[in-house]
């Protein structure tokens, strides 16, 4: 292999990255567009997430996604944090959010004529001790592609999947200081969601038969022991997710009551469908 295709090679992977971020700036904003009442409460993670994705794009000389994400920064530096999103501020961000998501095209989209779906990948959480550990694996796991974040104590999570439901936790038994606190913590999650969430748990000695019990009992997938496998974890991670995601449902919503049929479609939405209203018959 020659300087140039290995430069090449080099390029591919950082564009990727770039393009990753590029997306986890476009879900946020989803979060935020799906949910105006809990919309301050993503404004910080909306901003750094566009300004993690502004310094890769300048590191690795992507001016598009650059260029697109200043102008959405600048935009975000006028929202006050902790207020509500205004209606003239909205629209400049969604317009700036139209031209980065420009930018994330692939090839094949380019010849489409229908708008392109940005799929949104769920986040891992991380709920360790060991919050060296836990950067870690982040690294780790945003080098493949995955949404990660860390919590130190077990009210920021909750209050995290409050917001927003997690495809996966990783968490330590004794998350918290006390002995099995974390699957405590994890029993109290559980009860929230119609569904239960997949549960990586981990612990530095090998567990009881009781404790293992319990934590496959409040959804424990994998238990591991004495440290975490970074190779499973990002396998089983992978599974939870549905990295291979399917091309959603197509809905068409006819409703003479124009009120009514936009309810729906954010219903529809929000379940990860697309809808597409009609309120004359004949329009069909």
């Not at 750094?48 to 690795?60: G, H, P, S």
């Not at 902790?82 to 090839?107: C, M």
């Not at 439901?165 to 029993?187: M, Q």
């Not at 969430?197 to 004495?226: H, K, N, V, W």
Request: aromatic fraction near 8%; proline fraction near 4%.
């Amino acid at each position: 292999m020659n300087d140039e295709s290995q430069k090449e090679k080099l390029r591919q992977h950082f564009a990727r990255r770039v393009t990753t971020q590029a997306r986890v700036v476009l879900d946020t904003w989803q979060k935020i567009h799906e949910d105006r009442d809990k919309a301050s409460a993503h404004r910080n993670e909306f901003a750094a997430a566009t300004d993690k994705l502004v310094r890769y794009a300048q590191r690795f000389e992507m001016d598009s996604h650059a260029r697109a994400g200043q102008t959405t920064l600048a935009l975000i530096n006028q929202w006050e944090p902790g207020s509500a999103l205004n209606e003239i501020l909205e629209r400049q961000l969604q317009d700036a959010i139209e031209t980065l998501s420009q930018s994330t095209l692939r090839r094949t989209d380019l010849n489409s004529s229908e708008a392109p779906h940005q799929f949104r990948r769920t986040p891992v959480y991380i709920a360790l001790a060991n919050q060296e550990m836990a950067a870690r694996l982040i690294r780790q796991l945003e080098f493949f592609g995955f949404r990660a974040s860390a919590f130190a104590n077990a009210d920021e999570l909750t209050e995290a999947c409050a917001l927003h439901k997690p495809e996966t936790i990783l968490v330590d038994v004794n998350f918290g200081g006390s002995p099995n606190a974390g699957i405590t913590t994890i029993e109290r999650l559980q009860e929230r969601h119609d569904t239960p969430i997949p549960i990586i748990f981990m612990s530095d000695e090998d567990g009881s038969i009781e404790t293992r019990l319990q934590a496959s009992r409040c959804g424990g997938e994998e238990f591991f022991y004495p440290a975490v496998d970074p190779v499973k974890l990002i396998e089983n991670t992978e599974t939870y997710t549905h990295g291979n995601t399917v091309e959603p449902y197509k809905v068409l919503v006819l409703d003479d009551s124009r009120a009514q049929a936009k309810y729906m479609e954010t219903v529809l939405k929000k379940a990860g469908m697309t809808a597409h209203i009609i309120t004359d018959p004949m329009q069909i």
